[in-house]
Protein backbone atom coordinates (compact mmCIF):
# COMPACT_ATOMS: atom_id res chain seq x y z
CA UNK A 1 0.00 0.00 0.00
CA UNK A 2 1.26 3.26 -0.73
CA UNK A 3 -0.26 7.07 0.39
CA UNK A 4 0.30 10.07 -1.79
CA UNK A 5 0.20 13.54 -0.68
CA UNK A 6 0.74 16.16 -3.14
CA UNK A 7 1.53 19.69 -1.96
CA UNK A 8 2.88 23.20 -3.71
CA UNK A 9 0.08 24.11 -5.41
CA UNK A 10 -1.45 27.62 -5.70
CA UNK A 11 -2.34 30.72 -7.05
CA UNK A 12 0.32 32.39 -9.84
CA UNK A 13 0.10 34.36 -13.04
CA UNK A 14 0.93 33.58 -16.20
CA UNK A 15 4.27 33.09 -17.25
CA UNK A 16 5.15 32.25 -13.51
CA UNK A 17 6.26 28.84 -12.17
CA UNK A 18 5.18 26.44 -8.96
CA UNK A 19 7.28 23.22 -8.37
CA UNK A 20 4.68 20.79 -7.14
CA UNK A 21 5.91 17.81 -4.91
CA UNK A 22 3.77 14.76 -4.06
CA UNK A 23 5.34 12.42 -0.72
CA UNK A 24 5.16 8.61 -0.75
CA UNK A 25 4.62 6.60 2.15
CA UNK A 26 6.25 2.96 1.83
CA UNK A 27 9.57 1.24 1.68
CA UNK A 28 9.48 0.26 -1.87
CA UNK A 29 8.85 3.55 -3.63
CA UNK A 30 12.16 3.52 -5.77
CA UNK A 31 10.39 0.33 -7.71
CA UNK A 32 7.26 2.65 -8.91
CA UNK A 33 6.63 4.24 -11.62
CA UNK A 34 5.19 7.72 -10.44
CA UNK A 35 2.78 10.02 -12.95
CA UNK A 36 1.03 13.56 -12.67
CA UNK A 37 -2.21 13.72 -14.23
CA UNK A 38 -4.53 17.04 -13.80
CA UNK A 39 -8.36 17.69 -14.15
CA UNK A 40 -9.37 20.99 -15.43
CA UNK A 41 -13.31 22.06 -14.16
CA UNK A 42 -15.55 20.52 -16.79
CA UNK A 43 -13.13 18.75 -18.32
CA UNK A 44 -11.58 14.64 -17.87
CA UNK A 45 -8.18 13.53 -16.18
CA UNK A 46 -5.45 13.75 -18.03
CA UNK A 47 -2.05 12.43 -18.30
CA UNK A 48 0.93 14.91 -17.84
CA UNK A 49 4.17 13.36 -17.14
CA UNK A 50 5.51 9.75 -15.85
CA UNK A 51 8.75 9.34 -14.45
CA UNK A 52 10.23 5.60 -13.95
CA UNK A 53 11.95 4.04 -11.07
CA UNK A 54 15.27 5.37 -12.17
CA UNK A 55 14.40 8.50 -13.71
CA UNK A 56 15.51 7.04 -16.73
CA UNK A 57 12.54 7.25 -18.64
CA UNK A 58 10.50 10.22 -18.73
CA UNK A 59 7.19 11.21 -21.05
CA UNK A 60 5.28 14.24 -21.21
CA UNK A 61 2.26 15.41 -22.73
CA UNK A 62 2.99 17.34 -26.25
CA UNK A 63 1.27 20.17 -24.68
CA UNK A 64 3.84 20.88 -21.21
CA UNK A 65 6.82 19.43 -23.06
CA UNK A 66 9.43 22.15 -22.25
CA UNK A 67 7.90 23.96 -20.03
CA UNK A 68 7.19 21.40 -17.08
CA UNK A 69 10.48 18.63 -15.74
CA UNK A 70 8.89 15.69 -13.62
CA UNK A 71 11.90 14.45 -11.24
CA UNK A 72 12.29 12.20 -8.24
CA UNK A 73 14.46 11.90 -5.42
CA UNK A 74 14.00 8.39 -3.78
CA UNK A 75 15.66 8.45 -1.30
CA UNK A 76 13.22 10.96 0.08
CA UNK A 77 10.52 9.35 -1.48
CA UNK A 78 9.47 12.42 -3.35
CA UNK A 79 8.43 13.15 -7.05
CA UNK A 80 7.97 16.82 -8.00
CA UNK A 81 7.03 18.60 -10.96
CA UNK A 82 8.55 21.74 -11.75
CA UNK A 83 6.07 23.61 -13.98
CA UNK A 84 7.25 26.82 -15.78
CA UNK A 85 5.82 29.88 -18.13
CA UNK A 86 2.37 28.74 -16.74
CA UNK A 87 -0.57 29.16 -18.72
CA UNK A 88 -4.25 29.60 -18.04
CA UNK A 89 -5.26 26.34 -19.48
CA UNK A 90 -2.83 24.98 -16.86
CA UNK A 91 -5.41 25.75 -14.38
CA UNK A 92 -6.36 22.62 -12.95
CA UNK A 93 -6.20 19.60 -9.52
CA UNK A 94 -2.93 18.30 -10.21
CA UNK A 95 -3.01 14.62 -9.19
CA UNK A 96 0.31 12.53 -8.10
CA UNK A 97 -0.30 8.46 -8.96
CA UNK A 98 1.70 5.58 -8.92
CA UNK A 99 1.93 1.87 -9.95
CA UNK A 100 5.03 -0.67 -9.69
CA UNK A 101 7.00 -1.58 -12.56
CA UNK A 102 8.14 0.28 -15.30
CA UNK A 103 6.03 0.74 -18.48
CA UNK A 104 4.53 3.16 -21.00
CA UNK A 105 1.92 3.96 -18.78
CA UNK A 106 -0.29 6.97 -19.32
CA UNK A 107 -4.24 6.05 -18.71
CA UNK A 108 -5.63 6.33 -15.34
CA UNK A 109 -6.63 3.19 -15.22
CA UNK A 110 -3.11 1.85 -14.96
CA UNK A 111 -2.20 3.19 -11.99
CA UNK A 112 -2.79 1.71 -9.06
CA UNK A 113 -2.59 4.66 -6.19
CA UNK A 114 -3.46 8.26 -6.02
CA UNK A 115 -3.22 11.23 -4.10
CA UNK A 116 -5.76 14.17 -2.88
CA UNK A 117 -4.58 16.43 -5.74
CA UNK A 118 -3.79 20.36 -5.15
CA UNK A 119 -5.11 23.31 -6.91
CA UNK A 120 -3.32 25.17 -9.95
CA UNK A 121 -4.60 28.32 -10.64
CA UNK A 122 -3.02 30.58 -13.43
CA UNK A 123 -4.24 33.74 -14.08
CA UNK A 124 -4.03 35.72 -16.85
Known amino acids: QVQLVESGGGLVQAGGSLRLSCSASGRTFSSYTMGWFRQAPGKEREFVARINWSGTSIYYVDSVKGRFTISRDNAKNTVYLRMNSLKPEDTAVYYC?????????????????WGQGTQVTVSS
Open 97 to 113: AARTGSGMWSFQSEYEY
